[in-house]
């Protein structure tokens, strides 16, 4: 087994961000034979990140909380569901005209199945997942769930171990389906490209420090079919910093800041915990056999007594 020091592997896991998320990272394994649910085996993993941007004139708070569970199919497959809600606190200003509302709604339910193509050998090591949005929540309050709109994301991310450092390189593509509005229009918010190289640094075998840069490319937004009238396709600059801390051998909790270098105003926080469930063993259950039973051998109950 291959230990690379404390949670050293950085993902771009399923929920691959818009344009109002930070970086992709959700939490790092502490070996790469972790990267994937153990076969026959779980795990479940929650989060909590928050976006704060200013982009005039329009200005927002963003709070975002994941519930996810994983199961290994393989050695090198693993299913897994996540359900994803939200907070969104939205101000804006044109002039004398002011504009607030907020929300608070369950947002998807996505399926992922994730994949390791290629253990890091002479080469990279190579680790993919692929998700569908289940169900999408319409409404702006309550619920108004969509099944199977479309949406959907893949990723594909390469590692490489220099005991105690890997570097990690991580390409995510997610593709948005247009929307039909209450107005009768049809909305299509632009696709996503998120390009994420990071460098991990184990201190010892319970921390790791981890410098993340993230460039995301955002296509321009369309009502039926036609460009939007001052939108046009963003490039944002990210990078931030996170903290691996092992709790046990079977958690593993995980914190990150970010700032926007370039593009619009942005800053945002995420604590993100995974733990292994314990599988009980079948050979548990079984009663320990009376050794001397087996070898015919007489117990001291047995014994003549002097």
Not at 130 to 139: D, K, S, V, W, Y
Not at 175 to 190: I, M
């Amino acid at each position: 087994m291959k230990a690379i020091g404390t949670f050293a592997v950085l993902l771009c896991v399923a929920g691959f961000p818009s344009s109002t998320f930070a970086l992709s990272d959700e939490g790092l394994p502490l070996r790469i034979e972790n990267l994937l649910a153990p076969t026959g085996g779980s795990e479940i993993s929650l989060g909590i990140s928050h976006t704060a941007s200013d982009a005039f004139p329009r200005r927002f708070d963003l709070l975002s909380a994941s519930m996810g569970y994983s199961y290994g199919l393989n050695k090198n497959a693993e299913l897994a569901l996540n359900l994803r809600g939200v907070y969104v606190d939205e101000r804006a200003s044109f002039g004398r005209f002011s504009y607030a509302d907020t929300q608070t709604r369950i947002s998807t339910l996505d399926a992922e199945l994730g994949h390791r193509f290629s253990p890091e050998n002479e080469t990279p090591g190579i680790y993919g997942r692929f998700g569908i949005t289940l169900l999408e929540n319409r409404a702006q309050e309550g619920e108004d769930f969509e099944a199977l709109s479309g949406d959907f994301s893949a990723s594909l991310a390469l590692y490489r171990t220099y005991d105690p450092i890997v570097l990690r390189l991580s390409i995510a593509y997610r593709n948005t389906v247009g929307r039909q509005t209450t107005d009768g229009d049809y909305y299509d918010s632009g696709d996503t490209v998120t390009i994420s190289p990071t460098v991990s640094f184990a201190v010892n075998h319970l921390i790791s420090i981890s410098a993340i840069g993230d460039v995301q490319v955002i296509q321009k937004n369309e009502i039926n079919s036609r460009n939007i009238a001052g939108d046009y396709r963003r490039t944002i600059v990210r990078a931030g910093l996170g903290l691996s801390l092992s709790i046990s051998d079977r958690t593993t909790l995980y914190a990150s800041g970010s700032l926007v270098a370039s593009g619009q105003d942005e800053a945002s926080v995420g604590l993100f915990i995974r733990h292994r469930l314990r599988r009980q063993s079948v050979a548990g259950k079984i009663p320990k056999p009376d050794m001397g039973e087996i070898f015919n051998e007489p117990q001291p109950s047995q014994l003549p007594k002097n």
